[in-house]
């Protein structure tokens, strides 16, 4: 009876830790199939992340290259803005000169001795003239291109925040798969949960992101 009793409890015991061993198993074919679905959702976002990065990254890439455009040549313009300014001081100097003269000598520009320098002084009239009708031209065109650099590089502001928290997403996103993986590894359900949370913070971050320019 006793020898009856003690293969009956051995008989339980194995019994029992198949059960328990069928538990596990299914518990672990079960961690598995929650991490397979994690994964691939975050896989996915982590996807969809990396193109809309790359269309602001773009769209932030065109806003300040074309700010920079602007920029420099609106210090090209500048540049010769004020060499064009330098010149009409020179004109001014030479007229105001030959009008002087003339009215030492007390000549009009009608007079026939006054022929050369009247012609002299229409030239530099003329220049003056055309001076300031350029370099007034010049000056707007300047601020034109002043204002549009403001304008790009305003652009540039909102895509640049958006990269950055897709970034930022993107990292947190990575590294939840990476504890993903090792949950697959030691089996411990904490860890499932534990990327799960971090890769849901992702999203938001990224999301953040992505609602910012709308």
């Not at 799960?196 to 971050?205: E, S, T």
């Amino acid at each position: 009876m006793a020898t009856e009793k003690t293969e009956k409890e051995l008989l339980q015991e194995e019994v029992a830790m198949g059960h328990a061993r069928e538990k596990r198993e299914r518990q672990q074919e079960q961690l598995k199939n929650r991490v397979s679905v994690a994964a691939i959702v975050l896989t996915t976002a982590l996807s969809f992340i990396g193109n809309v990065k790359g269309d602001r990254n773009d769209a932030a890439g065109a806003a300040k290259g074309a700010a920079e455009v602007a920029r420099r040549q609106a210090a090209e313009l500048w540049a010769y803005y004020q060499t064009a300014a330098a010149e009409r001081v020179t004109m001014e100097v030479a007229r105001d000169r030959i009008r002087l003269d003339l009215a030492k000598r007390r000549l009009s520009r009608e007079d026939p001795e006054a022929r050369l320098d009247t012609l002299k002084l229409t030239d530099y009239e003329e220049r003056v003239r055309d001076f300031d009708r350029q370099t007034t031209q010049v000056f707007y065109r300047v601020q034109e291109l002043e204002a549009q650099e403001d304008v790009q590089q305003r652009k540039a502001v909102e895509p640049s925040k958006a990269v950055f928290r897709y970034e930022l997403g993107g990292k947190l996103i990575t590294l939840a798969l990476i504890l993903l993986s090792v949950t697959i590894l030691s089996g411990k359900r904490w860890l499932l949960w534990a990327g799960v949370a971090l890769g849901a913070i992702g999203l938001l971050v990224a999301f953040d992101g992505y609602f910012l320019l709308l």
